[in-house]
């Protein structure tokens, strides 16, 4: 039986994570998008490459309890299948605590990622094409791992984290919680971000970064709180 699943966010990563699901699909695994979940009003109704866009978390909410009571044939007590395709950490900590006990977080993962089978991946997850998660690395609940970027052996992303393309946090290092590391960084061995850092495009992180800053530069420079 196939999958359906909710992409809640319908920007432009949604669109990504549609062509991830769609790749899933096709490598057999049976997982469709039943539609977008966005809170703009002004979109509900719009179609993104054949996907419609039907309301907003409170339509998810409503959905989620009719298939609670049996709503619809076989979904007695069941939950709508959830993604979140927002990049900004912060917001999607918001949008997980209100949708938390009305969706099942499904981790995304594409067939072309290369994910060690010794790496652990928390709820939620996004995987894009051509990323390698490297052995005894843990990603946290609803981190989103961008295409083409490598995470290597033994480190820590944190929940909520989101690592842009083309990116490289080497062995040991860690992002926390609610961190974001734009386009093109790299982070060198051991070097730990702080919780809700945002680290600019194209840094090199070579020494650690405390929490709750703008930093970019090669090497990394701490510019300003946030």
Not at 100 to 113: F, K, L, R
Not at 196 to 203: K, L, P, T, V
Request: with cysteine; proline share 5%; glycine share 12%.
């Amino acid at each position: 039986m196939c999958k359906e699943m909710y992409i809640v966010g319908a920007g432009d990563f949604g669109k990504e994570i549609a062509d991830t699901i769609a790749a899933i699909d096709r490598a057999g695994r049976s997982l469709r998008v039943a539609g977008y979940i966005d809170d703009d009003p002004s979109r509900k109704g719009e179609t993104l490459n054949g996907v419609r866009i039907l309301g907003d978390t409170d339509a998810l909410i409503r959905i989620s309890r009719a298939m609670m009571r049996g709503g619809a044939p076989g979904d007695a007590g069941a939950r709508p299948l959830a993604v979140l395709s927002v990049s900004d950490p912060l917001m999607k900590n918001r949008l997980a605590e209100k949708l938390d006990s009305h969706v099942i977080w499904e981790s995304v993962v594409h067939p072309a990622a290369n994910v060690s089978p010794y790496a652990t991946l928390g709820k939620g997850v996004v995987v894009q094409p051509s990323v390698y998660i490297g052995p005894n690395a843990a990603v946290g609940d609803h981190a989103h791992i961008n295409a083409l970027s490598c995470i290597g052996h033994d480190v820590r992303i944190g929940a909520f984290a989101s690592v842009m393309v083309r990116s490289a946090l080497s062995g040991r290092a860690s992002l926390g919680r609610c961190g974001y590391i734009a386009s093109g960084v790299t982070v060198l061995p051991g070097v730990c971000i702080g919780e809700n850092a945002r680290i600019g495009a194209g840094a090199v992180v070579t020494k650690d970064v405390p929490a709750d800053v703008i930093a970019y530069g090669a090497p990394c420079k701490v510019i300003r709180a946030r």
